[in-house]
């Protein structure tokens, strides 16, 4: 396996290598070598083309959300888009779109983030994201990820809600 920096997730992100069968999930293994807090990062399914909450999504939107994606800044996973430091669980390290879907790195840290996880209780997830001009914001501002929710009812709803998928980029679980 190659030599990685300091920063090996924003390297996943530069590669495209998170989702492959293999190539992923060694990586999540060596990222989580030797950790003192426990954490599991795992590929998700986040977003598709659609509408959701009164807003469309279209893939030109997916698609510049995840060219503002700041890996250097990224966005917290809170529960239920709250917006105290207090119910921060992990973050969103890295973002692709691929096969039509808007895909995250999401990185579950702290003793209850991973037993919640594992335990198959946060597995829905949903995007809090600033879109240009709504609730007074600047028109001219690209539409990015603010922050990443577990929650029981996200906004994706339907056949194809956001999950979490397997190392292998099989569903984690099915949906009920």
């Known amino acids: 396996m190659p030599e990685h920096d300091a920063q090996p997730l924003h390297l996943v992100q530069a590669q495209g290598g998170f989702g492959e069968p293999g190539a992923f999930a060694e990586e999540v293994a060596r990222l989580t070598e030797g950790e003192d807090v426990p954490r599991e990062v795992r590929e998700a399914l986040l977003l598709r083309p659609g509408r959701f909450n009164g807003w469309n999504f279209s893939e030109a939107d997916l698609r510049e959300m995840e060219s503002s994606f700041d890996p250097d800044n990224p966005p917290p996973l809170q529960l239920d888009h709250s917006k105290s430091a207090r119910d921060t669980y992990g973050s969103l390290r890295a973002v692709r779109f691929h096969d039509g879907w ?66 292998n980029g099989g569903e984690e679980m099915p949906e009920e």
């Open 102 to 167: 808007l895909r995250g790195l999401v990185e579950y840290s702290g003793e209850e983030a991973v037993t919640r996880f594992r335990a198959g209780h946060w597995r829905k997830l949903s995007l809090g994201i600033r879109i240009p001009g709504a609730a007074g914001r600047k028109a001219g501002s690209r539409k990015r990820i603010e922050e990443c929710s577990i929650t029981p009812f996200p906004a994706v709803g339907g056949a194809e809600p956001a999950r979490v998928l397997s190392q």
